[in-house]
């Protein structure tokens, strides 16, 4: 399955955005989900220092991850895609 992605970079952080969720919808799903994803990017030559989720839920656009890194995506929105994955 081909994941979008985002790789950006901030305040000398390096972080990833992923399109996915969780096919069960629960936290400890998506946390093994958000590893998994996370270890691919790396695996890839990706600098990760903090990733998050990226995904719908009814109308709202919902993430899930490291806790500053949401907050912040809360108020930046969804990045635009700058990679695909194989996961």
Do not use: C
Not at 49 to 73: C, H
């Amino acid at each position: 399955m081909r994941i979008n992605m985002a790789h950006l970079r901030d305040q000398g952080i390096d972080f990833a955005v992923f399109e996915a969720d969780a096919n069960s919808h629960m936290n400890h799903d998506r946390a093994n989900l958000l590893q998994q994803l996370s270890f691919t990017a790396r695996r890839a030559g990706l600098k990760v220092d903090k990733a998050a989720l990226a995904f719908r839920q009814g109308n709202q656009i919902t993430f899930y991850g490291t806790s500053d890194l949401v907050r912040y995506l809360q108020t930046l929105g969804v990045p635009r895609w700058t990679h695909t994955i194989d996961a």
